[in-house]
Structures are given as structure tokens and as C-alpha cells.
């Protein structure tokens, strides 16, 4: 069996493409985008072991993402 940083390292190289594109589609801009999605694999890596079902592993992923995406423009009002 894979170790933990192993099996986030396929995650990432898998789902960062898809990730930074579903932030700039919310921020328009794509280093504040690729810096929320690092922020996102960063929540995903610390709670990596709750994923109970790995079927839903993208679903899960996208939820931290859009999470963060809200937290985002919490912290930013006038965007």
C-alpha cells in the first residue's frame, strides 16, 4: 500500500489542471487562482484521511475547493 504523501502527490499531479481553472473561473486571475487551489490541496493533505469513500474522491476535492473559494471572497468583500 501507497504512504500517505505518495498517494496526495497522484491526487495532486492528477487534479491541479482542473483545479486552478475552477478557481479562475471564480477570481479571474490566474496566480490568485493557482494560489487557491495550492490552499485547497493543502486543507485536502491535513484532512486526506477522512476521505471515507475514494469513489468520491474528486467530489470531496471540489467541495474544499469551492469552500475556499467562498472563504476567499469572505476575506475579499470588494471583489
Known amino acids: 500500500m501507497l504512504d500517505k504523501p505518495t498517494q496526495f502527490e497522484q491526487v495532486v499531479t492528477e ?4 483545479l486552478v ?3 479562475y473561473r471564480f477570481v479571474n ?3 490568485e487562482a493557482e ?3 495550492q490552499e485547497t490541496f493543502i486543507k485536502a493533505y491535513k484532512k486526506f484521511h477522512t476521505l471515507q469513500n475514494p469513489g468520491k ?7 474544499i ?3 475556499t473559494a467562498i ?3 469572505r476575506k475579499n468583500k470588494n471583489r
Open 29 to 31: 486571475n490566474r496566480m
Open 71 to 73: 472563504d476567499f471572497f
Open 65 to 67: 475547493a469551492r469552500n
Open 57 to 63: 474522491l474528486k467530489s470531496w476535492l471540489f467541495q
Open 35 to 37: 494560489d487557491l487551489a
Open 15 to 18: 487534479y491541479q489542471r482542473d
Open 21 to 23: 481553472n475552477f478557481h
